[in-house]
């Protein structure tokens, strides 16, 4: 079957974006944020225990991000004055509300990331999607200021209903779609697509080919380098408090940071605001 969710559009047939203030590049990070149950098999450093319940070394490592590794981060976006766009489970905000509280607090964007990363959202029939969907944006609305904007499924999953299903809750952009450099229309009414940066996800980099921190800081610098050249488009930086926030990678996360946030030609921004401002723009 074809995809009928968004239509074939070279880029050289659309004019770059053009940023506020004249920048050439839209920056932002995806922060990662997530919980993961104790007896399931999740995201893990070592194979050796990987399917073992319970499973006290990779559950343990998950479980640095959110006790140590996203404060880390947090002191580094406060130093350099970037909001992070917040990819959360909403069972985040019943085991971590610290997080929660000093996230809001620093006016982050907020993006639905599912209920935990322990549930795929895949392959859910209609019914069992739309009381899934409902749980979860119940628990945003009982903390946030308001409901998040933006989705982004647990490992990018998605059924074919979930566009439907998001939009008719409010959610107003996606990630899941990693198929362009620049913002696109979704043929789902009232949703657009912002690019996520896949290939220099923390986790594909680290943990699926166990590059060094050296070598992920030379990646990323190299991918900003060719985006900011092009100019109009959008850097995403995702990002897991459990893989960059250890402190022999989180040296060269830091060093990308910097990097980024002090070129004069870069708007470092949220995905909010970029679907603020491209939507109007994006051609029907």
């Not at 920056?27 to 319940?53: M, Q, R």
């Not at 406060?78 to 909001?83: K, P, S, T």
């Not at 549930?119 to 009982?142: C, G, K, P, S």
């Not at 697509?193 to 070598?215: C, H, L, M």
Request: glycine share 8%; aromatic share 10%.
């Amino acid at each position: 079957m074809d995809n009928t969710l968004y239509d074939y559009s070279p880029i050289t047939e659309r004019p770059p974006i053009e940023w506020p203030g004249g920048k050439k590049l839209a920056f932002y990070v995806g922060l990662n944020i997530e919980h993961f149950h104790i007896d399931k098999p999740a995201t893990s450093s070592s194979s050796v225990t990987a399917g073992f319940v319970p499973d006290p070394m990779n559950h343990g490592w998950r479980d640095y991000g959110t006790r140590v590794g996203i404060w880390r981060m947090m002191k580094l976006f406060d130093e350099v004055g970037l909001r992070a766009s917040a990819i959360t489970n909403s069972e985040v905000c019943t085991h971590y509300p610290q997080i929660i509280e000093a996230a809001v607090a620093r006016n982050w964007a907020w993006i639905a990331h599912g209920q935990t990363n322990s549930i795929m959202q895949a392959n859910m029939d209609e019914a069992t999607e739309v009381a899934f969907l409902d749980q979860l944006f119940a628990h945003f609305d009982a903390v946030l200021p308001a409901r998040p904007k933006g989705w982004l499924g647990p490992a990018l999953t998605e059924t074919f209903n979930t566009p439907r299903l998001l939009q008719e809750r409010g959610v107003q952009y996606l990630l899941d779609w990693n198929a362009d450099d620049r913002p696109f229309r979704l043929n789902q009414p009232g949703l657009i697509e912002i690019p996520y940066g896949i290939d220099i996800n923390d986790i594909q980099v680290f943990v699926g080919k166990a590059v060094t921190g050296s070598a992920y800081e030379e990646m990323v610098l190299d991918h900003f380098e060719v985006m900011l050249a092009e100019g109009g488009g959008v850097m995403a930086l995702p990002v897991h408090p459990f893989v960059v926030g250890q402190p022999y990678r989180f040296k060269h996360f830091a060093n990308v940071i910097r990097t980024i946030t002090s070129h004069p030609d870069v708007w470092v921004t949220t995905t909010d605001d970029i679907a603020a401002h491209v939507t109007p723009l994006l051609p029907n």
